[in-house]
Each structure stands twice: as C-alpha cells, then as structure tokens.
C-alpha cells in the first residue's frame, strides 16, 4: 500500500483528520462524548493502570496488562499486512490520544464555525 497523499508532518494529517471526525459523528455531542469515552477506555486506559500501578493490586496490574496484551494481539495482524513489525501496536494508546485529541478539535472547530475546512474554505452542515 501506498499513499498518494501528501501530508508533512503532525498538522497535515491533523487536519485531515479533524476535518471530518465530528461530521461522522453526525455533529452529535453525545456521540462524540462516546466516541472519547469509549476510546479512552480501551487504548488508554489499560497502559495508565498498569504505569500507575492499579493501585498496586498484582491483579488490576495484571488485568490492564492482559489488556494491552489483547490490544497489542488483535491489531498485528494489521501490522504484518503492511509490512510492519508487530511491535508498533504497542504504540497504539499514543496514536488513540491522538486520534482521542484530533477528534475533539474537530468538534471545536465546528462549534467555532470553522469546521469541515478543506483547502482554506469552511463548509457548515
């Protein structure tokens, strides 16, 4: 696989991201209030609990550990299709605050009325 877009850099994809996060969202709060919980608390959590030691509970270390574990097995498959090394999907959590982030500016952006921007203009729903 190839892309044939060129995006340099962090803002490129950044704002090809948020352009239209929340419009597949349908606009909705509620969805995008999901969408950030949800995600949240399957990439992000499991590496916090475990770096923070759960309490320092063997058994809520262990449980966010399988979890990542889980993380990490489902998305090699993935990995291997495009020629990566398995280990990248332990970056996956990074890439979903990223994403968990992106996600939540194009929100922002809509409701400043600067959303779904693409090549300097703004379009409204």
């Known amino acids: 696989t190839r892309s044939i ?6 803002r490129g994809v950044w704002d ?3 352009r239209g996060a929340f419009t597949q969202l349908g606009y909705s709060p ?3 209030s999901g969408t950030v919980l949800g ?3 399957l990439y992000l959590a499991p590496p916090v609990c475990l770096l923070l030691g ?3 509970s063997a058994l ?3 449980a966010s550990a399988l979890a990542w574990a889980c993380m990490i097995i489902a998305a090699a498959p993935t990995y291997r299709l ?3 090394s398995w280990r990248r999907a332990m970056g996956l959590p990074v890439a979903a605050a990223f994403y968990i982030a992106m996600t939540i500016s194009s929100a922002w952006r809509y409701w400043r009325g600067r959303g779904g921007g693409w090549k300097g203009r703004t379009y409204s729903q």
Not at 5 to 10: A, D, K, S, V
């Open 60 to 62: 809520g270390a262990g």
């Open 30 to 32: 509620l969805l995008l």
């Open 5 to 10: 877009r060129p995006y340099e850099g962090l």
């Open 82 to 84: 495009y020629g990566q």
């Open 54 to 56: 759960f309490g320092h």
């Open 16 to 18: 090809m991201v948020a």
């Open 39 to 41: 995600m949240a608390i």
